[in-house]
């Protein structure tokens, strides 16, 4: 099996949209297009040289630990921000009541894929590597290798972060 029949295996197979306040999910996913919207402009300025024009004064970015390559800022930021956009689309679904956009939702995917890869470079492990890592992780998770609700909520995450770290570590 292929890491996408494998993944899915472990997906949810339910649904309860009565669950939530609507009003409370669009606010938050305005929220999250904002504060991704934000990220949007830093990362255009970091890595575009677009100038930031909120003439605000900035002092550098520093990565404290000293670990955080210009890779790594780049892909964690552009995940984010793509995934603002995917908010943006499931958003206007939510309000105008239209279909969502499948091409812009495409899209964006492959927008987010492309900084998956940045992150794979950055961290000098494959796609392929965080793929089986992730499997592995989820049959920690699920044993039977399909969703369960009570152990998706009652991970044991030392086992999981074990199993990451045998797989992930560089």
Known sequence: MNYSELALKTLSPNYYPNSVDNFVLQLELENAIHASEVLDICKKSMFYGKPNTDHTVYTQVTDKS??????????????????????QALLKSLENGQPIDLVNVGEECGDVLWYIELLAKATGVSRTQMEVANIKKLSKRYPNEEFNAFLAENRDLKIERESLENDLTV
């Open 66 to 87: 000293g670990t955080v390559s210009p890779d790594l800022i780049h892909g964690i930021i552009g995940v984010l921000t793509e995934a603002g956009e995917l908010a």
